[in-house]
């Protein structure tokens, strides 16, 4: 039951940071980003950089969050802004754009290899039955301050309050003063520099490698919708839905039901569980499983 | 080069006429569909499985479509509450859903090796003739569909879509049934992909689930978006730049001794910035869309 | 109405300019082809084989080249898919004219892109699909690499051997993984042997724990696996933390298993190889290698491709001439006997397939060692 728990964790942790920026922006720019997960991929591969040429990591992973923000708002001003004049819909093939230029670029840079970090190997510590290891728990950690943090900002202070407005009704929150469009920058540069933590973590175990934003993109989105478009704690959760899902799925015994000899559900089907999940929730709850907003009829 | 033009017509062909059946659902109703390469699997995957049983293309073609259509009724109903970003990613799950299936069922589908020596429609012509036989069903059929196409565009129902598109409450307010036009555009879509899908199993002739990657529905709205949602001209127009750029790309290589291991890079930077220029500058595309106005 | 006019020409103009851009390079360099998937979910491989084309184009230069001109090898990207691959082997063959081409990796891609190749009657040679439908390809197909019924015959002799008799496997899920497994499991049960549990991962995903739970629960006296990029590493690493290391790990192509896995954690494996280094030949092979791309090979393939474009330039000498026709018969003849490439000698039968493919059982002990 513990390790069912912490490959949960583990696996949710993968996913949460990013899917809350991609769902913390949706707030604000109304279109789904698929260029987000590739801003996952950019931090990676600037975190493994910097620490390859020396810099201890703690502090590599600090400047790649910079950067990814920085170019997560440069993309902001420069592309997205102008699309979304456009509609929604243009927004999103142009995010789709520049998600392949991203790509692209990466490519040609650092080539096909996936680039691992040489992190010294620390021997698992058991809790209970569960095996997990330092590395692992700081990551887990790191997310979860992360977490409530920016559950802080969002409830408790001014900024968040501001941005959750401008979320719900952009047209009267900057008409009641409220500077729209520096939020908007705000947020743009905060859910880079999250997306850019979350890829960086994650290459610490899986290595930089350019299909990383790709991989992603299905379990992402899909938790995101999951919680609902907008609701960054909400993607959060649902998350820990997909990685629950996930985990049980390929964990449950249906060697009882027909008897006998153990039998688990082939892991190939593990992605198809989890779409199946979404699927369902979103024929109940079709704005996404957290949704409290009224609209009209 | 001969050769390579006409497979690189025919190829372009084949995804003009997935593209149009995109053109249906996304063009004239509006309707974010990322699981459309989902219709081509089945159509190919169709075609496969029904020669690998011994019952023929034809049969198989006509059950792909079938199976299609099924699946189209099936998303239209799903999409009844959904806003559009939403049903856009459940196509999407739907689609991964189908290819996780036929990578895993070997029984059916053959798994990750798909299924191979599926005959060429006009082998026994010899060539050249057969690749130009299979060029002329091609151009055939992608002009017999842009006619249709376009006409049902323009007739009533295309009107009844467009409206559906821009005013959906009006739209019910005149007594369209919203859900029925959703689902014929999706079921029509459906039917004309599923069909292009068999004529690339043939073509290529070999069916795999790499056929229905996510990245596929991808390239289609690429296509549409650069030539311009919404008109069959502007669905042909992008084909052909997105297919001309594709394969310029390995002479180009070439000509300017671009090292190999960018090739890769080059071809995906290319195709990329070639739709954000277009969406940036010409947001409606290379042909727009046209609108009639109440004057 | 006019502007779709417009487009439409600047299309056909395109279209038209392609058909008439001159392959200058014809005249000075004598080329053959290659098409590899240089993107996509197996770039790793790809990649890894054109760096050992390029080392073998040097070496062929550096020993004077072909039919006194120099040697190249037009190198396109196949994406990953079997119509990228198609349209590469299409132009190299009717657009570059080059005699033989190698390729690809996946045998969904390899299958579709070689028959083809058949079809227009230009050589083909199999550096990396391990799909037993290779054999079936046809006149103009060559095969230099066992494929998977004699890989899997070895495996499961070699497992037999070492005791296992209730194992666990681990494969991608996709052609070659799929191929691997359901072959081990046919080969290992004829033995007498058990195959209690089958898995199949799907690439691309942040965590194989999960899987490696579901794997554990069957209590295997061994986990068979196979595995490459940096999934490998994942799967190495999550086994090693969640205990499963106590069981002995045999991987199938060990060093490709290995590539991106840190030696602490890599040792004490077993494992299996197709030969990838021969004597003298070999050695000095990876030792350029290494010379040249500071680091070794990541796959197991690369010698065979090495081998391949070496042998294809000794064919073109030999029938001093670049038409296919020639070439291929060139290769045959080099074929029946007394060619040593760097995996080893080769040679043909009578459907172009190598007989006596090389294997070598291995161990993980600071760095890949043979048993």
């Known amino acids: 039951m513990l390790q069912f728990l912490v490959d949960t964790l583990l696996r949710a942790s993968d996913l949460a940071l990013i899917a809350l920026g ?223 899902t996930e985990t049980a799925v390929t964990n449950i015994d249906f060697g009882g039901l027909v008897g006998g000899d153990p039998l688990f559900m082939p892991v190939a089907y593990i992605s198809a569980a989890s779409f199946l999940i979404l699927l369902l929730a979103l024929l109940f709850k079709p704005y996404g499983l957290f949704d409290r907003e009224v609209r009209r009829v | 080069m001969f050769d390579f033009l006409i497979s690189s017509v025919t ?266 220029a277009s969406l940036m500058w010409r947001s409606q595309g290379l042909v727009p869309e046209k609108v009639r106005k109440i004057a | 109405m006019t502007f779709k006019m417009h487009s439409f020409y600047a299309a056909t103009a395109l279209l038209g300019t392609l058909s008439v851009t001159p392959v200058v390079q014809a005249q000075e360099t004598v080329n053959m082809g290659a098409v590899l998937s240089l993107t996509g979910a197996n770039a790793t491989v790809g990649e890894d084989v054109r760096r050992a084309v390029m080392l073998a184009v040097d070496k062929v230069n550096a020993d004077g080249g072909v039919l006194g001109k120099k040697f190249g090898v037009i190198v396109e990207d196949s994406g990953g898919n079997p119509t990228t691959a198609l349209n590469a082997a299409r132009k190299l063959a009717s657009v570059d004219k080059v005699p033989v081409v190698i390729g690809e990796y996946s045998s969904g891609i390899t299958l579709p892109m070689a028959q083809y190749l058949v079809k227009e009657g230009v050589g083909h040679i199999n550096v990396a699909s391990t799909s037993t439908k290779v054999r079936e390809l046809g006149a103009s197909s060559f095969n230099l690499i066992g494929l998977e019924n004699l890989g899997n015959q070895f495996s499961a002799a070699d497992t037999w051997a070492l005791g296992y008799r209730k194992v666990a496997m681990i494969a991608p899920n996709n052609a070659y993984g799929q191929g691997v497994a359901h072959g081990f499991k046919q080969e290992f049960e004829k033995l007498g042997g058990k195959v209690v549990t089958e898995l199949l991962y799907t690439a691309g995903q942040s965590t194989y724990r999960r899987e490696l739970q579901q794997v554990s629960r069957s209590a295997p006296d061994a986990y068979i696996y196979t595995a490459y990029g940096q999934e490998s590493a994942v799967l190495n690493r999550e086994a090693y933390e969640l205990g499963l290391r106590k069981s002995p790990w045999y991987a199938i192509l060990l060093s490709m298993s290995l590539s991106d896995t840190p030696a602490n954690i890599a040792n004490g494996q077993l494992g299996m190889e197709v030969g990838n280094v021969y004597g003298d030949a070999g050695k000095a092979y990876q030792a350029a290698f290494n010379a040249k791309y500071k680091e070794g090979t990541k796959t197991s393939y690369t010698g065979y491709a090495y081998d391949a474009v070496l042998m294809t330039a000794a064919a073109m000498n030999k029938a001093k001439s670049t038409d296919t026709d020639k070439v291929q018969a060139a290769l045959k003849d080099l074929g029946k006997g007394g060619y040593v490439g760097v995996t080893g000698p080769i040679v043909f039968d009578a459907e172009r397939q190598r007989i006596d493919p090389p294997y070598a059982k291995l161990k993980y002990d600071g760095k890949v060692v043979p048993r």
């Not at chain 1, 997990?132 to 887990?140: G, I, N, R, S």
């Not at chain 2, 049983?53 to 239209?76: E, K, N, Q, R």
């Not at chain 2, 690749?131 to 129902?157: E, H, K, P, S």
């Not at chain 2, 790499?210 to 669905?235: H, Q, R």
Request: charge should be positive.
């Open chain 1, 22 to 244: 991609l769902s913390m922006v949706y707030g604000l720019v109304k279109f789904p980003n698929i260029a987000h997960v590739q801003y996952a991929m950019f931090g990676a591969y600037v975190t493994y950089a910097m620490h390859a040429s020396g810099v201890p990591l703690v502090l590599a992973i600090a400047i790649s969050c910079a950067v990814t923000g920085a170019l997560t708002l440069g993309l902001h001003l420069l592309v997205f802004r102008r699309l979304l004049r456009a509609g929604p819909a243009i927004a999103m093939i142009g995010s789709l754009a520049v998600a392949m230029l991203v790509v692209a670029f990466m490519q040609g840079f650092a080539g096909s290899f996936p680039r691992m970090f040489n992190l010294p190997l620390t021997e698992p510590i058991l809790i209970g039955e569960a095996r997990v290891t330092a590395t692992q728990l700081y990551f887990v950690g790191t997310t979860v301050v992360l977490l409530l943090l920016f559950a802080m900002l969002l409830f408790f202070t001014r900024t968040g309050r501001a941005m959750r407005a401008l979320a719900s009704n952009p047209a009267l929150a900057a008409a009641s003063g409220l500077n729209a469009e520096g939020i908007t920058r705000g947020v743009a540069f905060a859910s880079g520099a999250i997306a850019g933590l979350g890829g960086s973590m994650l290459a610490l175990s899986t290595g930089a490698h350019i299909n990383l934003g790709y991989d992603l993109l299905l379990p992402v989105f899909a938790a995101a919708i999951l919680g609902g478009l907008g609701n960054p704690l909400g993607a959060v959760a649902g998350a820990l839905l997909i990685a629950a």
């Open chain 2, 11 to 276: 190829v372009a062909g084949i995804y003009a006429l997935m593209a149009l059946g995109l053109n249906l659902q996304a063009g004239y109703s509006g309707l974010l569909n990322f699981g459309h390469i989902a219709f081509a699997g089945i159509g190919a995957y169709a075609t496969g499985i029904a020669i690998q049983s011994g019952w023929g293309g034809f049969s198989g073609a006509a059950i792909g479509v079938c199976v299609a259509m099924a699946l189209g009724w099936c998303i239209a109903r799903l999409g009844r509450n959904l806003a559009s970003d939403y049903w856009g990613i459940a196509t999407l799950a739907i689609a991964e859903i189908l290819r996780t299936a036929a990578t895993n069922e070997v029984w059916l589908t053959g798994g990750a090796q798909g299924i191979s020596a599926i005959p060429s429609l006009f082998d026994g012509l010899g060539r050249p003739w057969n690749a130009m036989a299979f060029l002329a069903l091609v151009l055939l059929a992608v002009l017999v569909f842009a006619l249709a196409c376009r006409r049902v565009g323009n007739g009533r129902f295309g009107r009844a879509l467009r409206l559906m598109r821009e005013e959906p409450q009006l739209a019910a307010c005149m007594g369209y049934d919203l859900r029925s036009l959703k689902s014929r555009a999706i079921m029509s879509g459906a039917a004309l992909t599923a069909l292009a899908g068999s004529l690339y199993a043939h073509y290529m002739s070999f069916v795999g689930p790499d056929y229905m990657l996510a990245s596929e529905t991808f390239w289609l709205w690429t296509m549409l978006m650069i030539g311009g949602l919404g008109n069959t001209a502007g669905v042909l127009v992008g084909v052909v730049v997105v297919q001309g750029a594709y394969a310029l790309v390995p002479f180009a290589k070439d000509y300017f001794g671009f090292s190999s291991d960018i090739s890769g890079a080059l071809r995906l930077g290319l195709i990329g910035f070639i739709l954000l």
